[in-house]
């Protein structure tokens, strides 16, 4: 069992950064795949970035490359979303989460665990 907790989201001008955290209890953390995602309202859950468990593959939305950066620390439990050049569109609830699959995936459905959201809130 895995437990994901978001952190570090907020409200932030366009232009700004963020950076989002999402701690996992758990030993097997780092033999997982992680992935954000970001939910916004009346909208359809969609895959932001993918890593895989060594940190050495990383994937992302059209909307967010060049702007986004996911990496992990697995000696800390923990996954971070960089964003930069936030755009109004960004505003979401951004969600991390973790694949027991060998390879990530932008698919959410084969996710596994998944932590509470954190809100992002990006004004014009």
């Known amino acids: 069992q895995v437990q994901l907790v978001e952190s570090g989201g907020g409200l932030v001008q366009a232009g700004g950064s963020l950076r989002l955290s999402c701690v996992a209890s758990g030993r097997t953390f780092s033999t997982y795949p992680m992935g954000w995602f970001r939910q916004a309202p009346g909208k359809e859950r969609e895959s932001v970035a993918t890593?895989?468990?060594?940190?050495?593959?990383?994937y992302y939305a059209d909307s967010v490359k060049g702007r986004f950066t996911i990496s992990r620390d697995n000696a800390k439990n923990t996954v971070y979303l960089q964003m930069t050049s936030l755009k109004p569109e960004d505003t979401a609830v951004y969600y991390c989460?973790?694949?027991?699959?060998?390879?990530?995936?932008?698919?959410?459905?084969?996710?596994?665990?998944w932590g509470q959201g954190t809100q992002v809130t990006v004004s014009s």
């Open positions: 890593i895989s468990w060594s940190g050495g593959n990383t």
């Open positions: 989460a973790a694949t027991t699959r060998s390879t990530p995936t932008m698919t959410a459905v084969l996710y596994d665990y």
